[in-house]
């Protein structure tokens, strides 16, 4: 098949994916695996296969062998039964992908279906493949449901929509490829790569001087970092300093009222805009551990201060896409 | 299963052991039956080759390289060579495919190379067929696929472990479902005659049967064998069996000891002085890997493909490497060749000098005693009838006078020297005489009428040449065990031999011998005949009309779309998410039986409401479909009554209820 595909010149090849768009829309939902989702072609194998029993077939003639014709016509059988049970291997399968969660660029992005057999039957060695990344296979039972995941490398920050999937199968013999596109309308949301800068940091909080530092984990000011002692709750631990290499430290903070924090486009010291991007998510990452209002000041954008994880995301979610040109670009997995 | 590669390029991925270990045991199996077909070195090398290869998937050794493996293969396809002098033909092509596949094993690595590997599996499985196509091999090659289709889905199960038992079933289940379609195939796709292009005429080895000479001995070696030489169906009356000489090859040249074949030539018109009346039959013909045709004493005719040579002998222009079906009618009283050649005549009159001399003076001494050739002849057998002579299949071993030592020492032998003592006594006498070496008698199967002839049947006996009789056949064996003849060898000998014959059996074991040679009988007759012609006759007989290509053709797509279909149709039934409990369908089906007589239960009604409505409307109590929604409600609702004989109960209950006429 992809020796087809490789062979078919540019403008055939352009037809046949409109085409094929055409018969598999986008779905907001599970997909069901019926006959005209379905396509089923030899594999290589299978075409030796064919030749095989051509040779097989002429030995026969020519030795007017019952036997040799019997054992021919009877692996000829086999083949056709495994078109029909290859095919059968998908059919009536319903699909679904469930929207992934936000990752940060440069992480993997974890993309996990949903594969429901309402039937009878068990599937074996069920494949998903995106584009040209590693498959995943797995079995379903009868009347029973398996989840199946892909771990694909999130490579450009922004917004985006998968593009077509294949599930396949060449269960049982191998001699058959039967294969379903899959489109699904669901968001992948790429945040850009948290770039973290201690300096910009710490000349951002300097206007938290002259308070009393108290070596607590307790308070609403953040006072500095000390060794984190065991019995300490987690959520205090620096994980960005452990990032770094630091160890385990507990972040302890001030008790007085927090300052408010802006996040401005021009106090970045990056240049480039993705550096920019990546520092203010750093910044977005850092003030939300510290329970620290923020808000976010992008050129044309301003997002008012506020604390919580659906005012981070959103946050993170306008820097994902700050300037994206296509919001519905199909995610991409290989660097350009 | 490595998964470390994008589809398109799963062929280039890393063999898993699992896959190795079960495609080396495919190979195996479809190459144990040819490991008594091959040379000794070719079956070591390929054990060799496995072995090596398993080690070496479990990193006890490591791959041979490239640079040694190509010398290697041409050193092995060059053994071939000088192992037969020829690479084609059957056992020279099937050792270098063995060879070659060893030498792949050696070489795989990738899951193509398995791939591959499983497909000369599957051609080898063709290849035991040229070697014999009994029911035996075909049961064995039919339990070898399943095995090679489990190494398949092996193979192509990608990560998942799916158990062996398993595996087997779905192996099983897809050949299983690809008879039906085999048969279709094999009844209507046309066949074509053959060969497309030649096949080397070549001997079969091993193969037990009659040989090209006679010596003292030769003969006795056969009647050891029980495998079937043939089996003959006769239309009408069987002839007696005394009757039953089945000829074979003629023998005229004689070197003192042993009997050979006279070059023969193609005989130009039948001198059969053929009186009475004719025997017809149909002969199957085991392979013996010779151009031999066995008829019954004179055939009147011959069939296409062979002639008949100037010793009437059925020649095939062939070798009868496979099985061989052919109809015949034969003569039992005629004058055979009255007017023979002088040449010939001279021919069978010859013998050496100097081997032999009192069996020469005793047949020279009794030319000059009687006047006529008959009463050389009742002289010769008289002395076997009437002197010292035993029939024994374990006659004392002859020196270089082997007729001499025979006739006036040892006086105990087998038929082939009463034959050769008997034919060198007549040309002594002065007439012209030969050795005929055949079948006599065979053994009737009652369960499919027909008559077995085994290699333990074979016999040899004498033609001489009467003035005005033509050739006459003379059995001396009958003169000194007349049993042989009219009974069979096992009573003749009696020399605790154990019985072939399947008569002298219990008779239930008797029956279920009888049954099986009729079943190999009828495969040989159905299976592994069905030609061109067989496939017209069998198919026009069928009554649907189908008469040419044409019509085959569509027959055969009509089959297929049928069988599929129907597989189509079961599957998806079967694969239907799970129907409704049993006791919902009876419920339901007498609630139908309610409606019909005009009670139609309310959506919103309890069983036993719609109940009461009921014996209101009727004016009785029906207490036998109070007891029918009772038990429902508890199967439905109550633990532990969903169990079968529960269920089986409530539907007799529901079934047998009837609406009682209220008057």
Known sequence: MALLASLMPAAVRKRMDHWIALRNPPSEGAIHLYNRRLYILPTRFGYLYAMMLIVLLLAAINYQNSMAYALTFLLTALGIISLWQTHRNLLGLDVDLKTPAPVYQGEHLELCFTLNNPQQNHRYAVGIQYLN???????????????????????????????????????????????????????????????????????????????TRVDTADGDDFAGLREHRSGESLRHISWKAYAQGRGMLTKTFEGHATPSLWINWEDMSATSIEGKLSQMTALVIQAQLDGRKFGLRLPGIIIDQDTGSAHQAKCLDHLATYQQKNKNAELAVDAE | MQNNLPIDRIAEETADRTSIVAVSLSFLVAMLPHFFNLPFWITGFTLFALMWRGAQSRGWLWAIPRWILVPLVLA????????????????????????MTSFKFLESKTHRDILILVFLCYFLLATHFLFGQTLYIAAYMFGALIFITTTLITINQREENIALSERLKIASRLIGLSVPIMLILFLLVPRIPGPIWGITQEQRGGVTGLSE?????????????????????????????????????????????????????????????????????TITLEPNGKN???????????????????????????????????????TLTYQLELE???????????????????????GQRWAREYNSDTEIVNAALSMFRNQEYIYTLQPPVLGRHSS??????????????????????????????????????????????????????????????????????????????????????????????????????????????????????????WVLNYDQQKQMRFLSNLGLGIRTWGDMVIALVIGLVLITGSYWLIS????????????????????????????????????????????????????????????????????????????????????????????
């Not at chain 2, 023979?340 to 009192?358: F, I, K, M, V, W």
């Open chain 2, 76 to 99: 092995g396809g060059i053994s071939v060579f000088a192992e037969y002098w020829t690479i084609v033909g059957r056992e020279p092509g099937l050792a270098l495919l063995t060879v």
């Open chain 2, 213 to 281: 000479t006679m010596s003292p001995g030769e003969i006795s070696n056969l009647i050891t064998s029980n495998e079937v030489a043939f089996r003959v169906t006769f239309d009408g009356t069987v002839p007696r069996q005394d009757q039953l000489y089945w000829r074979g090859p003629v023998m005229a040249n004689f070197t003192g000891r042993t009997w050979l074949q006279h070059k023969h030539t193609e005989l130009k018109n039948l001198n059969v002085g053929q009186t009475g009346q004719l025997v017809q039959y």
């Open chain 2, 404 to 525: 001499d030592e025979f006739l006036f020492s040892t006086r105990r032998g087998f038929c082939e020297h009463y034959a050769s003592s008997f034919t060198l006594l007549m040309r002594a006498a002065g007439i012209p005489a030969r050795i005929v070496t055949g079948y006599q008698g065979g053994e009737y199967n009652q369960v499919g009428n027909y008559l077995i002839v085994r290699q333990s049947d074979a016999h040899a006996w004498s033609e001489v040449w009467l003035e005005d009789q033509g050739w006459v056949r003379i059995d001396p064996t009958a003169a000194v065990s007349p049993d042989r003849i009219e009974i069979g060898l096992d009573q003749a000998l009696n020399e605790g031999l154990s019985s072939f014959k399947i008569a002298n059996r219990n008779p239930l074991i008797g029956k279920i011998l009888y049954s099986w040679d009729n079943l190999q009988h009828s495969w040989n007759r």
């Open chain 1, 133 to 211: 990344q590693v498959p995943a296979y797995t079995r379903v039972e009868a009347e029973s449901e398996a989840s199946l995941c892909l771990a694909l490398p999130a490579i450009q920050r922004g917004l985006y929509q998968p593009a077509g999937f294949i599930l396949y199968t060449r269960y049982p013999t191998g001699l058959f490829h039967a294969w379903s596109w899959l489109k699904f309308n669901v968001p992948i949301l790429i945040y850009p790569q948290p770039l973290f800068d201690h300096q910009l940091e710490h000349s951002l909080m300097q206007d938290d001087n002259g308070k």
């Open chain 2, 572 to 663: 998806w039934y079967r694969d239907l998410p799970e129907r409704p409990a049993d006791y919902e369908i009876i419920i339901n089906r007498l609630l139908k039986k309610l409606e019909r007589s005009g009670y139609q239960r309310k959506p919103s009604e309890y069983l036993h409401e719609f109940l009461v409505r009921i014996e209101k409307e009727q004016g009785y109590q029906d207490e036998d479909l109070e007891k029918i929604f009772t038990v429902y409600n508890k199967i439905k609702y109550a633990r532990g009554y969903q169990r079968e004989n529960v269920i089986k109960r409530f539907r007799q209950l529901s079934q047998e209820w009837r609406l009682k006429q209220t008057t």
């Open chain 2, 340 to 362: 023979e050649s002088l040449d010939y005549l001279l021919l069978t009159s010859e013998y050496p000098e100097n081997s032999n001399p009192e069996t020469l003076a005793l």
């Open chain 2, 292 to 330: 031999w045709l066995f008829g019954l004493d004179i055939p009147t005719g011959i069939i296409e493909d062979s002639y008949m040579n100037n010793e009437y002998q059925l020649t095939s222009d062939k070798a009868v490497n496979d099985l061989k079906r052919y109809t015949l009618s034969s």
